[in-house]
Nanobody, 129 residues
Framework: QVHLVESGGGSVQAGGSLTLSCVAS????????MAWFRQVSGQEREGVAL???????RYAASVIGRFTISRDNSENIVSLKMNGLKLEDTATYYC???????????????????????WGQGTQVIVSP
């Protein structure tokens, strides 16, 4: 059974940093693409960043230059280092993974939610003034 477990969320002041991690287990083959999404209550889920096994990355325009996604293929761990956090980064962040090859991006540049079959439960990030 596939599990994705996120950690690292919390509260931080604007301008601060947090690093989220996600451990993926139960996959019979290495996920080709792993990604981070975020969602504010009442709003659509937004793709933040993705990384493929080739280490190809894509980011939503709103986080370019501030967020960095990385993965440890040997451990099926994907991380999201978030610097320069802004009030608008406040959301629940979700890890997602899929074994199918290839990926799509939204007009904003981030991953597409329908591309991912496996999701974590989410970790909350709160950015305060």
């Amino acid at each position: 059974q596939v599990h994705l477990v996120e950690s690292g969320g919390g509260s931080v002041q604007a301008g601060g940093s947090l690093t989220l991690s996600c451990v993926a287990s139960g996959f019979t083959q290495r996920p080709y693409r792993m990604a981070w999404f975020r969602q504010v209550s009442g709003q659509e889920r937004e793709g933040v960043a993705l990384i493929a096994t080739s280490d190809t990355t894509r980011y939503a325009a709103s986080v370019i230059g501030r967020f960095t996604i990385s993965r440890d293929n040997s451990e099926n761990i994907v991380s999201l280092k978030m610097n320069g956090l802004k009030l608008e980064d406040t959301a629940t962040y979700y890890c997602a993974a899929d074994v199918r090859r290839g990926f799509q991006t939204t007009r904003a540049g981030g991953p597409v939610a329908s591309d991912y079959s496996n999701w974590g439960q989410g970790t909350q990030v709160i950015v305060s003034p």
